[in-house]
Each structure stands twice: as C-alpha cells, then as structure tokens.
C-alpha cells in the first residue's frame, strides 16, 4: 500500500515559521515529481510548489520568498519550510506524489490527507 503521510501543521503567529513533512510509504520503486497544495474554507485547491526528482522548484508567487519546497530522496520525504507566516497562509496543506510502485511500470498521483496550518494575526 502505497501512503502519504503529512505532518508539521499546527497553529502559529504571524511572521512565524513551521516546517512541513510528507513522508511516502509502501512498496515504492522510484518517485518522481512531489509537490505541496493547499485549501482554505471556500477556495479551491492551490499549488504551492513543486520539486523534481532533479530538484527543479516552482513556487506560486504567494510563497516566493518565505517558502521552501525540498525532498531527502533516501527517506522518501517532501519538506516545506515555510517563514514569514500570513494570516492568508490558513489552510489545509496536502502533499502530492508521482509515485511508481513495485508492482507497476506506470508512474501514479498520490495524496496525502492533509495537514492544518492556521496562522493567527
């Protein structure tokens, strides 16, 4: 069974900073693109930032700057760090995986469950 596993998330003030954790399990052969989402009450789901298994980033312009996005291939596990916290930051934070089981040639998209961050003024 192949599982995505966030945590990291908790309440924090303003101009904090959390470090968010995805760890992947199961019977994993190779894992290739990883990314952080996010969904706040009545929006809907948003990227937040991508990485390669080259470690290419991309960040939505509203974490350029006070996020990081970063992968330890050999734990299997996706970080974000995240600085500078905003109000508007609030969210539920879902990792998402391009996964490659053992029993399977084809690469599949996992998701985590997700993790709350809530960022008080």
């Known amino acids: 069974q192949v599982q995505l596993v966030e945590s990291g998330g908790g309440f924090v003030q303003a101009g904090g900073s959390l470090r968010l954790s995805c760890a992947a399990s199961?019977?994993?052969?190779?894992?290739?693109?990883m990314g952080w989402y996010r969904q706040a009450p009545g929006k809907e789901r948003e990227l937040v930032a991508l990485?390669?298994?080259?470690?290419?980033?991309n960040y939505a312009d509203s974490a350029k700057g006070r996020f990081t996005i970063s992968r330890d291939n050999d734990k299997k596990t996706l970080y974000l760090q995240m600085n500078s916290l905003k109000p508007e930051d609030t969210a539920v934070y879902y990792c998402?995986?391009?996964?490659?089981?053992?029993?399977?040639?084809?690469?599949?998209?996992?998701w985590g469950q997700g993790t709350q961050v809530t960022v008080s003024s």
């Open positions: 199961g019977r994993i052969f190779t894992i290739n693109d």
């Open positions: 990485i390669t298994s080259g470690g290419s980033t």
């Open positions: 998402k995986a391009q996964i490659r089981p053992y029993s399977n040639s084809i690469y599949f998209w996992y």
